[in-house]
């Protein structure tokens, strides 16, 4: 248990992710066909799946960017249900849960590192300044970019980037994050010091969703794995199980080319 990345065991030992018979369109382009699948809560669950196959959207619906056309999504013991009226109350308690890292960062350039962090917590839980700039610094030395505070994200590295960016959303003490191909914008060597942190706070007990094509971390901090292919869920299980011996041809036709 790593006190410094989490700070709300208590309760994250209760967050789980539902997902029910979500379906979302583009246009008349059927992104998600009813896809159902749960995330036990502190489980790390590996999405793959060729390009196109939904995985960002799947991600983007998780966490209320995109709204899905049926279906419905629990984190906690919040649902939001296509079917009714959602209220912008109940979206924001359920948007405040979940925390999302991009492949591109998304950190704001202008701000210094420092200011990236403790903003978002200033205007989304109300802390005052010092608290939020007390947090950032915490979980700044935990993942040893504490020298970097007073930059612009610019003269950072990608994967200091992009761990820059995992801290910011674990300062808003998320019960969930999502992780979308975290490492793809990355060299290999760099993108390791991203995936040491997303191993740290699996080993902490954080609910995770990863999309990603780093098969070693899928197997190694995965417990589930699921496969995506046109909108649906073609298997999912053990990511070893799935790695030895895939079902589907599909399956076995994209870890060929992956691994
Ligand atoms: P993946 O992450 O698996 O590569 P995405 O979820 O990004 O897949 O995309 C799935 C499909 O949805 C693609 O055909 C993509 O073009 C389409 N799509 C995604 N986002 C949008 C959007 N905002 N508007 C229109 N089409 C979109
Ligand atoms: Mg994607």
Redesign the pocket.
């Known amino acids: 248990m790593n006190p410094g990345l989490i700070t709300q065991s208590n309760e994250l030992a209760h967050a789980g992710v539902e997902i029910s018979h979500l379906s979302k369109s583009f246009g008349d382009n059927l992104v998600l066909d009813d896809i159902s699948m749960s995330v036990k809560p502190g489980s790390v669950t590996a999405l793959i799946g060729p ?1 196109g196959s939904g ?2 959207t799947l991600l983007r619906c998780v966490n209320l960017l995109e709204t899905p056309d049926a279906g419905s999504v629990t984190v906690g013991t919040q649902t939001i249900d296509a079917g009714t009226t959602i209220k912008d109350r109940d979206l924001l308690a359920l948007r405040r849960q979940v925390g999302m890292v991009f492949q591109s960062f998304n950190l704001f350039p202008h701000y210094t590192v420092l200011r990236n962090i403790a903003f978002p917590q200033e205007k989304i839980l109300g802390r005052s300044r010092a608290e939020a700039e007390e947090r950032a610094m915490t979980l700044l030395e935990r993942v040893g970019l504490k020298e970097k505070a007073l930059q612009h994200p610019g003269r950072c590295s990608g994967g200091q980037q992009q761990r820059i960016a995992i801290v910011r959303a674990l300062a808003l003490n998320p019960r969930v994050m999502l992780f ?2 975290p490492t793809s914008a990355l060299d290999p060597e760099v993108g390791i010091e991203v995936l040491a942190v997303m191993r740290e706070l699996a080993d902490a007990g954080m609910t995770m969703i990863v ?1 990603t094509h780093e098969m070693q971390f899928a197997r190694d901090v995965g417990d589930h794995l699921v496969v995506m292919a046109e909108g649906h869920i073609i298997e999912q299980g053990n990511p070893a199980e799935i790695m030895a011996s895939p079902r589907e041809e599909r399956t076995r036709r994209f870890l060929s080319a992956v691994l």
Do not use: G, L, P, Y
């Open positions: 390009s995985k960002s979308d191909e999309v």
